[in-house]
């Protein structure tokens, strides 16, 4: 049985699907417009389906607790018709036998001169049970091969260039580390194996908000798979474009 949340959540409105599909958790009021949902790939695990449900309750409350004084705001703004809003989505980026990789993007609104807008991940190792970390895939404890780290700063350097039409200052220029980042694993055939990897950071986080979200995908390569462990190397495959 669910956990109880430790106050009620009056008129609450959930939208529990079957288990075939997607759950979530809806509330649309006049002072809040909250939605949270999550995958029927998630939903088939009741670790992670408990996990999402248990997230989307906290994170309701919270929500529920700011949004009647924003909106007493909005009005003496003479901004009425306003209101908070909080949406989070997980969504499915590639499965294998093993592995479930999971996207999580969110965009809360509460009064400011934009949403704040995150990005993360979230990695499931279906025979450990648990949640694993992409860093923990590899032979090196916590570590990425040297490799990896040089595509991903290389793609990256060429893409805020293009975005900033600015060179790189290399005085005050970093490229982030690979564990700053969330790390998306893509099956975009949907065969059951991975063959890229997509390094995603939301705006702010690596510029100006006006560059927006940086998704940079890097392709597996037979370099990378050997820098696996054994038992997740048959997760992935070369990307038939190399």
């Given amino acids: ?23 979530k958790v809806v509330r649309n009021t006049a002072e809040l417009d909250f939605r949270y949902e999550w995958p029927s790939e998630a939903v088939a695990i009741p670790a992670l389906d408990l996990k999402f449900y248990t997230d989307a309750k906290r994170q309701l409350v919270e929500a529920q607790e700011s949004a009647p004084e924003d909106k007493k705001q909005y009005q003496e703004q003479g901004r009425g018709s306003v209101r908070d809003s909080y949406w989070a989505k997980w969504t499915t980026t590639g499965q294998s036998s093993r592995l479930l990789s999971l996207r999580y993007e969110s965009e809360e609104y509460t009064g400011g001169a934009h949403p704040n807008q995150n990005v993360s991940d979230l990695l499931w190792d ?15 404890a916590d570590g990425y091969p040297p490799a990896l780290q040089s595509t991903y700063c290389h793609k990256f350097e060429r893409e805020k260039v293009k975005r900033t039409g600015n060179p790189i200052d290399r005085e005050v220029f970093t490229c982030p580390k690979l564990s700053e980042l969330a790390s998306l694993l893509i099956d975009k055939n949907k065969n059951g194996h991975f063959e890229a990897i997509d390094f995603a950071a939301p705006p702010y986080a690596l510029g100006s908000y006006a560059e927006g979200e940086y998704n940079i995908v890097v392709p597996v390569t037979a370099q990378l798979i050997a820098s696996f462990k054994p038992e997740y190397r048959s997760s992935f495959e070369v990307h038939r474009l190399q």
């Fill in 126 to 140: 279906r025979e450990l049970g648990r949640e694993i970390k992409f860093a923990n895939l590899f032979e090196v």
């Fill in 1 to 23: 049985m669910l956990p109880n949340v430790k106050r009620a959540l009056p008129l609450l409105a959930m939208a529990l699907t079957a288990a075939a599909g997607p759950h």
